[in-house]
């Protein structure tokens, strides 16, 4: 009997895996096709929406649908989200315009918002407490998988296969998933219907979308765009204090703020979020500078990633052991200083580092981020009621996407503007590059091709600049880095702790 319930059990967490994987590689997997797709379908002026639209409605939907799965259970809207993501993954491969894309993709984001935090959340019902952060450090794994393998499937799908294969291969994907989790898992514990928040939901979203698009527009070429740029910014301001009063006067609200009031909840959110800010840059810049400064291939320049993620899956399993003999912040004081120092050695770089130092640094960084992965996931549901768990996982997941997009784009802004006035003083860079090429398209200057025909002189002056604005970033990336380490600091002292009744319901969960 128990060898069958734990077959069962595997089968259930195949299921969430696999749920994680599809959401998560979604994003990434589309950027390599994305020229192939601008090229096919037509509007260029709006192929960034098709990220955005992604991002914007996943992000919001995050916290909500946590709420839903704890007032009507979690199974019914984690399927909810496997199925209308296999549908949106069929319509995004039928598009015909860069417009139905984006709208399409708006459904898939609604959906991986569902998936995503709700997978966490099964997991920590199913899971006895002394066991979550093993299983917690494979589940955080799954996210560096999808950003390593997404870019390289997405290039071999599109280059030898079909554009629009990018989004059917989900289909068996999400087919699996939905079959694993619907026929092995049944919840035992009882959920209260309540009253939604309506208010609450509403004034989230919105806030969202206006930060979402007014952080899009930021950085671009200002013109005509400023004023709306300024109203955005003006909407999401406005819409958040609303949303924080909708939240206080709700019965039931989506992010209930008590929470925040447990001094290990608070700060395992505020470690998550300065964590993502800093970590997205060096998954980002650090692929930008092997292949853009170091002259490295794409492969060479994705590939650098995997031993950082092969790393951050070693600390999460070790975090997940450590979590049962030593507190949260007994364990995320030294991962922490161990992440801000990866980041710390990444501002040393120079044109002339190799990529075996780039590569190493790397690893530090994993090693460094990679506790956080079990580690916060358990804190921040640490003396949480089981129906209120899913509020707990969605809204540390919300924040932890937060920091990186809002990073991402600062950042992002830091490093454009640090290269381009680096390259101001010199007027002769620009009359020498091939005709048609612009500074200003990554893709264009990353091309070993181009780069062949930009003379010796010139393309060292770019590379130089490319180098110092990239370190200059991972520098400004340390304000953050340094923030998680005060953040773990200020953690509370409990650690892991098995709850004989809390694993007597975990057992029952699967039949």
């Known amino acids: 009997m128990l060898q069958q319930k734990n077959k069962k059990l595997g089968i259930v967490f195949a299921g969430l895996l696999l749920g994680i994987l599809m959401a998560s590689m979604d994003n990434t997997i589309v950027t390599t096709a994305m020229g192939t797709i601008v090229g096919d379908l037509g509007g260029l002026d709006k192929f960034v929406w098709v990220s955005s639209a992604y991002m914007i409605s996943e992000m919001a939907g995050m916290p909500i649908f946590g709420k839903l799965s704890d007032m009507y259970g979690r199974k019914k809207f984690f399927v909810f989200g496997i199925i209308v993501f296999i549908i949106g993954s069929i319509l995004c491969g039928t598009a015909q315009s860069m417009i139905q894309l984006s709208i399409y993709r708006a459904i898939q984001g609604i959906s991986g918002g569902a ?36 870019p390289l499937i997405g290039a071999f799908i599109t280059d030898h296969i079909n554009w629009h294969w990018v989004f059917y291969i989900n289909l068996p994907i999400g087919f699996l998933a939905l079959l694993f989790v619907a026929l092995f898992y049944q919840e035992s514990h009882e959920h209260s219907k309540q009253k939604i928040d309506w208010w609450g939901a509403l004034t989230l979203v919105g806030a969202i979308v206006c930060l979402m698009f007014g952080l899009e527009l930021t950085g671009r070429p200002l013109g005509t765009n400023s004023g709306l740029i300024i109203g955005l910014f003006g909407g999401f301001g406005i819409l958040t204090v609303l949303f924080l009063i909708a939240e206080t006067r709700a019965a039931e609200p989506i992010i209930p703020f008590a929470m925040f009031k447990k001094r290990l909840y608070a700060m395992s959110n505020a470690t998550a979020i300065f964590g993502g800010a800093a970590f997205v840059i060096t998954s980002v810049y650090t692929p930008i500078f092997i292949q853009g400064v170091l002259g490295g291939s794409a492969t060479n320049s994705g590939l650098v990633l995997l031993p950082m993620m092969l790393g951050t899956v070693v600390t999460a399993t070790i975090g997940g052991f450590l979590m049962s003999k030593f507190s949260y912040r007994a364990i995320m004081i030294p991962a922490s200083i161990m992440f801000a120092a990866g980041i710390y050695l990444l501002t040393t770089l120079s044109s002339g580092s190799s990529q075996l130092l780039v590569t190493t640094y790397m690893i530090i960084v994993g090693l460094g981020i990679g506790f956080s992965f079990s580690v916060l996931g358990n804190a ?58 612009a500074l200003t398209d990554p893709h264009a200057l990353l091309d070993p091709a181009v780069r062949m025909n930009i003379p010796a002189s010139v393309l060292d002056t770019i590379t130089q600049a490319l180098s110092s604005s990239i370190v200059l970033t991972f520098g400004w990336a340390l304000i953050p880095a340094l923030l998680t380490v005060l953040s773990a600091i200020a953690m509370s002292k409990e650690k892991l702790e098995a709850d004989p009744e809390v694993n007597a319901k975990a057992s029952a969960i699967v039949h």
């Open 115 to 150: 998936i995503i935090p709700i997978a966490f959340t099964i997991m920590y019902d199913v899971v006895p407490a002394e066991n979550r952060g093993k299983l917690g450090g494979l589940f955080g794994a799954v996210f560096g998988i999808a950003s390593i393998f997404g």
């Open 380 to 437: 921040s549901i640490h003396g949480i009621e089981a129906n209120q768990r899913g509020s707990a996982s969605s809204t540390l997941t919300f924040l932890r996407s937060l920091g990186m997009t809002v990073g991402i784009t600062i950042f992002g802004i830091i490093q454009s503007q640090s290269f381009m006035n680096k390259l101001a003083s010199s007027a002769a860079v620009k009359d020498q590059l091939p005709q048609g090429m």
